[in-house]
T-cell receptor, first 116, second 112 residues
Framework: AQKVTQAQTEISVVEKEDVTLDCVYE???????LFWYKQPPSGELVFLIR??????QNEISGRYSWNFQKSTSSFNFTITASQVVDSAVYFC?????????????FGGGTRLMVKP | DAGITQSPRHKVTETGTPVTLRCHQT?????MYWYRQDPGHGLRLIHY???????DKGEVSDGYSVSRSKTEDFLLTLESATSSQTSVYFC???????????FGPGTRLTVT
């Protein structure tokens, strides 16, 4: 069965600090997809990134970067020079290619608070 | 932003009453999903659809039914609402089985 663990339930940083959100997953499939979503205080869920299991290249998008390591089953998310607007709950999610409907299994989320 | 709307956005209902939530998309995506979000549980899949009239159960489907008679609409019905179904309900859409899901704005349902 697939499982996603986000061990950090809450993180508090001061603006401009770098912060890394951890995500560890479990799956028996060799083909799977990993995702990160952001849920700001307004409540909507915003898609950030999708990664497939065959692509271990790290990705950078502005202040955001993602580190995917199959050896440790981790897909960590780093925000560089954090800003108050980054305050949100961040969810990591997993989908196995063999499941019929692309069902996402979500981690419990990490609440990030960025203080001015 | 993906064209997904949910209605109603907020609803308060009494235990035992039927409730239907609607998800409408303008993206012509094949896959549609209903999730619920509860503190301590994250998001959990209730039902999903992989085409018109094609639906299947998710992790927490008991007490819920769905219907999809058109590509653009996916309905979630609570036949007899219970207090344990108080939650925030999110609809999502996906172009294919291997693409990312885009979420609607959510519906906050309170069952008293």
């Amino acid at each position: 069965a697939q499982k996603v663990t986000q061990a950090q339930t809450e993180i508090s940083v001061v603006e401009k600090e770098d912060v890394t959100l951890d995500c560890v997953y479990e799956t028996r499939d060799t083909t799977y997809y990993l995702f990160w979503y952001k849920q700001p205080p307004s409540g909507e869920l915003v898609f950030l990134i999708r990664r497939n299991s065959f692509d271990e290249q790290n990705e950078i998008s502005g202040r955001y970067s993602w580190n995917f390591q199959k050896s440790t089953s981790s897909f960590n998310f780093t925000i560089t020079a954090s800003q108050v607007v980054d305050s949100a709950v961040y969810f990591c999610a997993l989908s196995e290619a063999n499941n019929a409907g692309n069902m996402l299994t979500f981690g419990g989320g990490t609440r990030l608070m960025v203080k001015p | 932003d993906a064209g997904i709307t949910q209605s109603p956005r907020h609803k308060v209902t009494e235990t035992g009453t039927p409730v239907t939530l609607r998800c409408h998309q303008t993206e012509n995506h094949r896959y549609m999903y209903w999730y619920r979000q509860d503190p301590g549980h994250g998001l959990r899949l209730i039902h999903y659809s992989y085409g018109v009239k094609d639906t299947d159960k998710g992790e927490v489907s008991d007490g819920y039914s769905v219907s999809r008679s058109k590509t653009e609409d996916f309905l979630l019905t609570l036949e007899s609402a219970t207090s344990s179904q108080t939650s925030v309900y999110f609809c999502a859409i996906s172009e294919s089985q291997f693409h990312e899901q885009y979420f609607g704005p959510g519906t906050r349902l309170t069952v008293t």
